[in-house]
């Protein structure tokens, strides 16, 4: 059974990753695109992770050899719901049941956070080594 505090270390965590991750996927395609990469990961400051994942599909799959497969795209476009969640109705679903630590709503919730923390966790450090791999190829002076 989770405590609440140990939810709310699980939960930062989760967040962390969904961040990194969407950081990375913006140096990819900023080290892909042509031009000055600063300039590139500047302009996607105010783009959503939507319009970053189809934009880094399209260019990752037109240089022959993608960095990341289409599963893993697949996925990535999934990730954006979980991250919806995880942001904007996690807590909401337990938070205002009295002694919600045991409810069952509560530890349904922590249950789905301990799956999707394990997940993302995995795909943080997979798109991470993506991003140092694009470094290595496009790298640019």
């Avoid at 105010?46 to 240089?63: C, M, P, Q, T």
Wanted: with cysteine; proline share 1%.
């Amino acid at each position: 059974m989770m405590t609440y505090q140990e939810f709310k270390i699980l939960h930062s965590e989760t967040i962390s990753y969904f961040q990194l991750i969407e950081s990375d996927l913006k140096w990819i395609y900023s080290l892909m695109h042509k031009g000055d990469i600063d300039e590139n990961y500047d302009s996607l400051d105010k783009r959503n992770l939507g319009f970053v994942i189809r934009e880094l599909k399209e260019l990752d799959f037109s240089s022959g050899t993608p960095f990341i497969s289409k599963n893993d795209y697949n996925f990535l476009n999934q990730m954006r719901e979980k991250r919806n969640y995880w942001c904007h109705q996690a807590y909401i679903d337990f938070i205002y049941i009295h002694n919600f630590e045991y409810s069952s709503e509560f530890q349904k919730v922590c249950s789905k956070l301990k799956r999707d923390h394990d997940h993302i966790e995995v795909v943080q450090r997979n798109v991470e080594k993506a991003k140092l791999n694009a470094n290595k190829v496009f790298s640019r002076s």
